[in-house]
């Protein structure tokens, strides 16, 4: 079991930057495959980004590609979303999750076992 606790959301201008955090509890945090996944009111939760169990390896959504890095510090027990040139479209409750398979490349919410409660970034226009 791993608890997930996501923050560094909030309010931001268009073109801004947030770096999002998501610290897990317990010790087997290396063994998991983490995601990103985001929902905008009135829509499904979607793909974000994801990263391999020691970081080697990223994958992300093409609406975000080359404007959003994920990252981990498994000392830290910490993986990071930052958000470069966020537009009005970013605005959602960000997730994270955590893989215990960590298989990589998974992009489908339900291939993820643990979620953290969200945090609310908005982006103004």
């Known amino acids: 079991q791993v608890q997930l606790v996501e923050s560094g959301g909030g309010l931001v201008q268009a073109g801004g930057s947030l770096r999002l955090s998501c610290a897990a509890s317990?010790?087997?945090?290396?063994?998991?495959?983490m995601g990103w996944f985001r929902q905008a009111p009135g829509k499904e939760r979607e793909f974000v980004a994801t990263i391999t169990r020691a970081g080697s390896r990223t994958y992300y959504a093409d609406s975000v590609k080359g404007r959003f890095t994920i990252s981990r510090d498994n000392a830290k027990n910490t993986v990071y979303l930052q958000m470069n040139s966020l537009k009005p479209e970013d605005t959602a409750v960000y997730y994270c999750a955590a893989d215990r398979e960590g298989a990589a490349w998974r992009t489908v919410d339900r291939d993820y076992d643990y979620w953290g409660q969200g945090t609310q970034v908005t982006v103004s226009s």
């Open positions: 317990g010790r087997t945090f290396s063994s998991y495959s």
